[in-house]
């Protein structure tokens, strides 16, 4: 059985930094796709980020340059390193791994609030 667990989200001031991270376990991490999606309340769930198992990344217009995704295929983790936040970034964040092989997976989610 494949989990997601993510760790990282808070409340930060307009401005902050925040590191979101998301370990996998139950199947080969090397394999999956990685993204991070977010929802707001109200919104519908969007793509923040994803990265390829290459290492391609593919970033959201209203995150590019703030935002930047990593893995560690070591620690079968990603991380996602957020900075200059705006309080359009509140949402809940969750971690999704795609493999062909392996199906599509979900975090439970971490809330990230940015207000003064």
């Known amino acids: 059985q494949v989990q997601l667990v993510e760790s990282g989200g808070g409340l930060v001031q307009p401005g902050g930094s925040l590191r979101l991270s998301c370990a996998v376990s139950g199947s080969t991490f090397r394999d999956f796709w990685m993204s991070w999606y977010r929802q707001a309340p109200g919104k519908e769930r969007e793509l923040v980020v994803s990265i390829s198992p290459g290492s391609s990344t593919n970033y959201a217009d209203s995150v590019k340059g703030r935002f930047a995704i990593s893995r560690d295929n070591a620690k079968n983790s990603v991380y996602l390193q957020m900075n200059s936040l705006k309080p359009e970034d509140t949402a809940v964040y969750y971690c999704?791994?795609?493999?062909?092989?392996?199906?599509?997976?979900w975090g439970q989610g971490t809330q990230v609030t940015v207000s003064s």
């Open positions: 999704n791994a795609q493999s062909f092989f392996a199906g599509t997976y």
